[in-house]
Nanobody
Framework: QVQLAEFGGGLVPPGGPLRLSCTADRSISTIWAMGWYRQAPGMERELVAAIGSGGDTNYGDSVKGRCTISKDNAKNTIYLQLNNLDETDTAVYYC??????????????WGPGTQVTVSS
């Protein structure tokens, strides 16, 4: 499985931007899809953003319009830019890789997660 590590979490002031990165231990250029999920207290894990190997993107409803996912294949890294944060964005953010184009979950990889707390 792909090993993933998230960076950039921490305390974010309300209204502030968030920039996360996720680095894989191998090439990501041929991974079918990669993305970010988050899980807030008392809530189920939800999609934040995903990006396919061809560059197509998908965003969760709660972040549409203020979120951008990108990738740098040369650095084996994906990024998440999220703007105008409020307390509802407080969650553990997880990096995700889905190598299987058929979506078999046993091939998925998850990072350990990084806590993002929106607070003044």
């Amino acid at each position: 499985q792909v090993q993933l590590a998230e960076f950039g979490g921490g305390l974010v002031p309300p209204g502030g931007p968030l920039r996360l990165s996720c680095t894989a231990d191998r090439s990501i250029s041929t991974i079918w899809a990669m993305g970010w999920y988050r899980q807030a207290p008392g809530m189920e894990r939800e999609l934040v953003a995903a990006i396919g190997s061809g560059g197509d993107t998908n965003y969760g409803d709660s972040v549409k319009g203020r979120c951008t996912i990108s990738k740098d294949n040369a650095k084996n890294t994906i990024y998440l830019q999220l703007n105008n944060l409020d307390e509802t964005d407080t969650a553990v953010y997880y990096c995700h890789a889905a190598p299987d184009p058929l979506g078999a979950p046993e091939y998925d990889s998850w990072g350990p997660g990084t806590q993002v707390t929106v607070s003044s």
